[in-house]
C-alpha cells in the first residue's frame, strides 16, 4: 500500500473514531408480524394463495379470509469498494454492500430474508472482508444484538429491539461495495423492510456523502420511502433508515441511489430486485384462468381493462385451461410466461477516468463521461462465465466480494431460463443477442406484454436493445433437446463490437455463455 494511500486510510478510519456517537444511530428493523402480516409463525413462509387479503375499501379487515404473502427484511451498506474488471484493473467505486445476507449472497442469491433468519445474531465475531475473509455462513443481520436493558426490569429473550453493535456494521460494511449492488428479491403481497446503514466513503474522508434507495419504476405508495431526496429523506454518514414497501406488482425491477444520480450510478450504485407473482402459489388442482379471476377483486391490483388503461395484467384472451403449481414470470392466466430456472442480468458501464477521479478529487468530468468497461453483473467477459464469488483487494489490505453474481447462464435439458435482464448504464445503450437459442420476450418494465384486450404481445427475437433505466423479461427455450442438446454452448453478447472489449482492448465486455447441462 502506498504512503500516500495508507495516510489517506488512516485519517479516514481515525475520523471515524474520532467523532463521539458517530454510529449512535445505526439501526435495524424486521418485525416478527405487523397489522397485515398478524401471526408471526405464518411469516416465514409463503401461503398457497387462494383468494385475495384486500376486498374492499373499508381498510384492512380485522380478521381477513386470506393472509398473503410474508415478511421479509434486508439490510445494506452504502459506502465504496473496489471492483476487478475482465482485464485485471481495479476500479473505485461508490457503492452498496451486504449487511445481511451474508452467505446467500456470495452464493449468487438475493439477500433478502425471512425474519427468523434475518433476526438471529451472529453466533462469531465478524471481521472485515466476511465472508470471502473466513468463509462465514451467516445470513442475519449484521450487528444485531440483545439489547438486554432495552425494558426497565429487563426483557424477554431474545431481546431483539432493533439496537446494533456499530463495530461488525464498520467491519464489515466498509469497503465492501458490490456491483451490482446486493440482489434482492419478493413475492407479491409481502412486507418488505430494507434497512440502509451509511458506513461512509473512507476513500474519500472528504466527502459527506448522503445515500438512498430509490425502486426505479416500483408502484411505492408513499414518497416518504421513494428515495428521492427532495420528496422523502437522505441517510448522513453514520445513520440508518429502514424502508417499507408492500409488494403489489410482479416483474423485474431496479434500485439505485438517488443522490447526485448520474455520479453515484456511473460509480456503481445499481442493484436489482425483483418480485415473483401469486401464480407461483396457486396449487396445480387450480386453473390458471380462474386464479386471475380472483385477483380482479384485490382492488390493490385489479385489473379493469375498459377502465384502465395502464392495467397491468389482463384475463388472456384465450382460456388455455393451464393449471398451477409451475413457476412463471407473471400473473398471466395462460401459463404463458412458465419457466424453470431464472437469472437475473444487470448491465452496466464503467468510465474508467471518471472513477479515478471520483477516488482522487472532485468535480469530475461528467460531459466527458464514456463508458469503456462493460459489464453483465459486473464482470467483462471472461469472468462472466467464472462461477462463484469475484474477490478484489480493497485499500484495507483484505480481499472482499466484489462481484458475488455470476452471469453465466446455466439450462437444464429440456428445460426454460427467464432471463430478467436490466439496464442502468448511464451513457450507453446496450445491445444483447442470442445466437443459437431465440429470445422470447414477455414483459417490459415490469410490465407483462398483453394488450387491454387480453392479447398477447410477446415476441420472438435474436437481439433486444436497452437504455440506461429500462428492464426486459426475456425467455430461452431450450425444451427442443433435439435442437438443443445436453452439452451445448451457445453465446449471449453485444453485436455493438466497441462494447465487447474491456478500455478498448484486451478480452471481452458485453459477452457470457449459455450452457445446456
Not at 12 to 17: K, M, V
Amino acid at each position: 500500500m502506498s504512503s500516500k494511500l495508507a495516510s489517506t486510510l488512516v485519517l479516514a478510519l481515525t475520523g471515524f473514531a474520532a467523532v463521539p456517537g458517530i454510529a449512535q444511530s445505526f439501526r435495524v428493523q424486521c418485525p416478527t408480524s405487523t397489522i397485515t402480516h398478524p401471526v408471526a409463525a405464518n411469516n416465514n413462509s409463503e401461503p398457497a394463495y387462494a383468494g385475495p387479503t384486500y376486498s374492499g375499501t373499508a381498510g384492512y379487515p380485522s380478521a381477513p379470509a386470506h393472509v398473503n404473502g410474508a415478511i421479509k427484511c434486508q439490510q445494506i451498506s452504502g459506502g465504496d469498494g473496489y471492483a476487478t474488471m475482465g482485464d485485471g484493473t481495479q476500479t473505485y467505486m461508490f457503492s452498496f454492500g451486504p449487511l445481511s445476507g451474508l452467505s446467500n449472497i456470495a452464493g449468487g442469491m438475493p439477500g433478502t430474508e425471512f425474519p427468523s433468519a434475518f433476526n438471529t445474531p451472529s453466533a462469531r465475531t465478524l471481521v472485515p472482508g466476511d465472508p470471502a475473509t473466513s468463509g462465514v455462513v451467516y445470513n442475519g443481520a449484521v450487528g444485531l444484538t440483545p439489547d438486554l436493558d432495552a425494558i426497565a426490569g429487563g426483557c424477554t429473550a431474545p431481546c431483539l429491539d432493533g439496537h446494533v453493535d456499530p463495530r461488525p456494521i464498520m467491519d464489515v460494511g466498509v469497503m465492501n461495495g458490490n456491483i451490482p449492488a446486493p440482489l434482492m428479491a419478493l413475492d407479491e403481497d409481502d412486507e418488505f423492510f430494507l434497512t440502509l446503514t451509511n458506513v461512509g466513503m473512507i476513500m474519500r474522508p472528504d466527502l459527506f456523502e448522503q445515500h438512498t434507495v430509490h425502486f426505479h419504476g416500483y408502484p411505492n405508495a408513499s414518497a416518504f420511502y421513494d428515495g428521492v431526496p427532495d420528496a422523502s429523506v437522505a441517510i448522513n454518514i453514520g445513520g440508518s433508515f429502514t424502508y417499507y414497501y408492500l409488494a403489489p406488482d410482479a416483474g423485474t425491477y431496479f434500485w439505485h441511489c438517488h443522490i447526485t444520480p448520474p455520479e453515484h450510478l456511473q460509480m456503481g450504485m445499481v442493484g436489482q430486485i425483483y418480485v415473483r407473482p401469486r401464480q407461483n402459489r396457486v396449487s396445480s388442482s387450480t386453473a390458471l384462468y380462474a386464479a386471475l379471476q380472483t385477483q380482479q377483486t384485490d382492488l390493490r391490483t385489479a385489473c379493469n381493462s375498459a377502465a384502465d388503461i395502464l392495467c397491468s395484467n389482463p384475463l388472456p384472451a384465450v382460456n388455455t385451461g393451464a393449471a398451477g403449481g409451475g413457476t412463471y414470470a407473471y400473473n398471466d392466466g395462460d401459463g404463458s410466461t412458465a419457466y424453470d430456472v431464472e437469472y437475473p442480468i444487470q448491465i452496466h458501464g464503467f468510465d474508467p477516468n471518471f472513477h479515478f477521479v471520483g477516488m482522487t478529487f472532485n468535480p469530475e468530468g461528467f460531459t466527458d463521461m464514456k463508458d469503456k468497461y462493460f459489464l453483465l453483473n459486473g464482470r467483462s467477459y471472461p469472468d462472466t462465465v467464472t462461477t462463484g464469488p469475484l474477490q478484489t483487494m480493497a485499500a484495507d489490505g483484505v480481499n472482499h466480494f466484489s462481484q458475488p453474481l455470476p452471469a453465466i447462464i446455466n439450462i437444464p435439458a429440456g428445460k426454460k431460463a427467464l432471463l430478467r435482464i436490466s439496464d442502468l448504464d448511464v451513457t450507453e445503450y446496450q445491445t444483447l443477442a442470442s445466437l443459437g437459442i431465440p429470445m422470447h420476450v414477455i414483459g417490459y418494465n415490469a410490465k407483462l406484454l398483453r394488450d387491454q384486450s387480453g392479447n398477447n404481445m410477446d415476441y420472438y427475437t435474436n437481439s433486444i436493445t436497452l437504455a440506461g433505466g429500462e428492464s426486459l423479461d426475456v425467455i430461452l427455450d431450450a425444451s427442443n433437446t433435439t435442437l438443443y442438446p445436453a452439452g451445448s454452448v451457445f453465446f449471449l453478447y453485444t453485436p455493438n463490437l466497441d462494447h465487447l472489449s474491456n478500455d478498448a482492448e484486451n478480452f471481452g465486455g458485453l459477452m457470457t455463455e449459455v450452457h445446456i447441462n
